[in-house]
């Protein structure tokens, strides 16, 4: 009986111990016996003591380390504490050293330090002046060395040499005789499209850049010439390039006097629209106008080509005795011829039926240009109306705070007026003419059958 519960209570010792430890007992075998199985209960708690106490010197070690790095950065910080001490007290007393240089260098310095102003001044306005000049396409390298003269003339440890004070009086006589130089150089120009082509460049003064009869723009950034992508009118254009083909001689050409502080004055010259530009902005009204005014000019010279053409067939009729089918008049005289035994009465109102018959011919198209020549300028009132009306509309919407914009509005608009004109006094001039010569002819036919009903009076 005892045996059994000794028996029970070993197996319940070794099942507690066994669930304590279970990654130990699923790696070892399976015990055969309980004998076996303290054993490796026994083994299992020396490894356990095993670890602990390496774990426990491991730390050991670790603590002791980080004891040594301590202490390590406790002198290193005490080293440069000690060091900036002695860097503090060295500042000061170069500091006094310094303060000393200074005086001494203010007091050996005396008048230069105002010569040394001066110069400054000079050397600052010449590189203002130099940034802005297109001097500078063709030198392009002096910005540079006034920029380094300035810096050590500012400076409190460096002195100019008089090499370089001599060549800021060179610097500033080459900018004043090439001011006034017409000169050909070759250079490096950029073309609208983004190429790039070397090329001789003509330049006038401090003015302008021409290159193969174009107008270049200088960008002071880089250097760089830019051939400009809207050139100005023809005339202009033509005189930059007689310019670069002369040899010698007074060439007469287009300069802008303004051109090193932007070139306003070739800016807007260049921004002018053309005539077809201006037309363009009357829009469809101005087309419309356009083409009635061709239509009334077309017919005018058609006109007067048919009525000279008449005026003299019917000349040559009057010094004719034989009627001819090829005038009015001829056609008249010979329905006088036909009716030579009517009486008067008759013969009158045959004749006036013939001179009838010949009018709408001869003043076909005179009502047509009468009508061009009243509508035109109505129409282009119109166009000038509409256009009114949606420049302030613009002004309603964005303001008018650029008065560019507004003008640019208003003289798009007038074009339209400009053209109704442009129509209208010629084609009043044109019917003019048709009308004059209509009326001489109808004068001789009426003329001509008075004189024929009177005879006829006569001999009745």
């Known amino acids: ?37 303290l054993e ?31 202490q390590q950065a406790r002198n290193t910080r005490d080293a440069e504490e000690q060091r900036s001490e002695q860097l503090e007290a060295t500042y000061d ?12 260098l203010n007091e050996r310095l005396g008048s230069l330090r105002e010569l040394f102003g001066h110069l400054t001044s000079t050397a600052g306005d010449l590189r203002s002046t130099i940034n802005t000049s297109i001097v500078s396409a063709q030198y392009p390298d002096r910005g540079g060395f006034l920029t380094g003269l300035i810096d050590k003339m500012n400076s409190n440890t460096r002195l100019p ?28 120009v950029i073309k609208p499209g983004g190429t790039k082509q070397e090329q001789e460049v003509v330049r006038i003064g401090s003015y302008n850049l021409v290159s193969n009869g174009k107008y270049l723009a200088f960008n002071p950034d880089g250097n760089k010439m830019e051939e400009l ?14 310019l670069q083909n002369a040899e010698s001689g007074l060439v007469r050409v287009g300069i802008d006097p303004t051109g090193p502080t932007g070139g306003s004055l070739l800016t807007a010259l260049i921004d002018s629209p053309t ?33 000279s053409t008449v005026s003299a067939k019917v000349t040559s ?59 035109a300028p109505l129409m282009g009132l119109l166009g000038t109306v509409v256009g009114m009306i949606l420049t302030f509309q613009a002004i309603t919407i964005f303001g008018a705070g650029d008065p560019k914009n507004m003008a640019g509005g208003i003289s798009s608009a007038l074009i339209t007026t400009v053209l109704g004109l442009v129509v209208a006094i010629p084609t009043v001039l044109l019917h003019t003419i048709v009308n004059g010569r209509a009326k001489r002819i109808i004068h001789i036919l009426d003329e001509q059958t008075t004189g024929i009903v009177a005879e006829n009076a006569e001999r009745k």
């Open 229 to 242: 992508a809207r050139q100005p009118s023809g005339s202009i254009q033509d005189s930059a390039e007689r």
């Open 40 to 70: 490796m209960v026994r083994e299992s708690r020396v490894n356990e003591s095993q670890e602990h106490r390496e774990r426990e010197a491991e730390f050991r070690q670790e603590q002791n380390r980080r004891e040594e790095l301590l």
């Open 161 to 188: 040499s008089m090499e370089e004070i001599e060549r800021l009086w060179y610097e500033v006589q080459r900018q004043m005789i090439e001011s006034g130089k017409i000169v050909e150089f070759t250079g490096e």
């Open 93 to 104: 007393e170069q500091e006094l050293q310094v303060d000393a240089k200074r005086d001494q």
């Open 1 to 37: 009986m005892k045996m059994t519960f000794l028996k029970g209570s070993l197996v319940a010792l070794a099942a507690g111990l066994l669930s304590t430890n279970v990654a130990m007992a699923q790696d070892a075998d399976t015990a055969g016996s309980l004998e076996e199985l």
């Open 275 to 307: 005539w077809g530009e201006r037309w363009h902005q009357g829009g469809g009204v101005g087309y419309t106008i356009t083409a009635v005014g061709i239509f009334g000019f077309l017919l005018g010279l058609w006109r007067i080509i048919y009525l």
């Open 317 to 375: 009729q009057l010094k004719s005795s034989t009627p001819s089918d090829n005038n009015p008049l001829g056609r008249v005289l010979k329905v006088a011829e036909e009716n030579k035994s009517v009486d008067t009465e008759t013969l009158e109102l045959k004749l006036e039926e013939a001179v009838l018959k010949e009018r709408p011919k001869i003043e076909s198209g005179l009502n047509l240009l009468k009508i061009i020549a009243a509508v």
